[in-house]
């Protein structure tokens, strides 16, 4: 009774581990990995890379800090960051995403309002926020968090409303 008991225990194991993998890859599902890394210059900063539709970045909050990226639109459009929490130690109380206008000409952010991201994120580990743009060109997109986590960090550019 008890090896078919540990039986039981190992195999609803395999089967948390896949369902962990499979909310994963239906995150990155269709883009490619970038690291992120680079130096571009973008307003009075630097940005790591640019990201769009097809691609996505890795990430961690454990020093805090923020992620920079350059979103390119045609013109104007709805910027969908999200990101999906690998690991959760901490969710912290301040997780913000700062949207640019080209040119850094306006900046809106949207955050967390101080409640739990990783409540608000749910059993899909995804947690988002949308923003309107209305020019063409590139847009600096930044993350910060002192959440603890490790995270995979995707842009979505979807029609204005």
Request: with cysteine; hydrophobic share 40%; net charge negative.
């Amino acid at each position: 009774m008890a090896r078919s008991f540990a039986h039981l225990l190992a195999l609803c194991g395999l089967c948390l581990c896949a369902a962990c993998g499979a909310a994963e890859d239906d995150f990155t599902a269709g883009r490619a990995l970038v690291t992120c890394g680079a130096n571009i210059p973008v307003c009075a900063t630097f940005a790591g890379c640019v990201l769009d539709g097809t691609n996505y970045t890795s990430g961690s909050f454990a020093q805090g800090g923020t992620r920079r990226a350059i979103v390119r639109t045609t013109g104007a459009a709805n910027l969908k960051v999200s990101l999906f929490f690998q690991s959760e130690s901490s969710p912290g109380t301040d997780t913000e995403v700062g949207y640019s206008e080209v040119g850094c000409s306006a900046r809106y952010s949207m955050d967390n309002g101080g409640t739990d991201i990783f409540a608000e994120a749910g059993a899909d580990r995804v947690w988002s926020r949308t923003q309107q743009v209305s020019t063409a060109g590139d847009h600096l997109i930044e993350v910060f968090s002192d959440a603890q986590a490790d995270y995979l960090l995707e842009v979505s550019i979807l029609p204005p409303q």
